[in-house]
């Protein structure tokens, strides 16, 4: 009987990301897969828009997850959630003013 390979940290983030983006874009509405923009070299994540109300519902799920299958505590999850966001979340198409 063979035994199962574990998944490393990096690869169980990696597979993560690919999660969280593909959940961004059903989230978000749009008919998009990380497998449609994933070897784009462009800024393709200025394509598309989500409110700020999706992307605070796509930020607690991601949130969540991160705790969940990552492992980690609540601070580090936002501060993950944060930086997957500000490098491939979608712009807001209502952001608040304040």
Do not use: C
Request: proline share 2%; hydrophobic share 35%; net charge positive.
């Amino acid at each position: 009987m063979e035994k199962k390979k574990r998944s490393s940290r990096e690869e169980k983030s990696q597979m993560f990301l690919v999660d969280a983006i593909n959940k961004m874009f059903e989230i978000a509405g749009h008919p998009i897969t990380y497998g449609d923009v994933k070897d784009r070299k462009d800024n393709w994540f200025q394509q598309w828009e989500m409110t700020y109300e999706q992307g605070e519902n796509w930020k607690q799920w991601g949130i969540l997850e991160i705790k969940k299958r990552l492992k980690m505590n609540q601070h580090l999850a936002e501060r993950e959630m944060a930086m997957i966001n500000l490098m491939w979340g979608l712009k807001y198409s209502n952001f608040p003013k304040e």
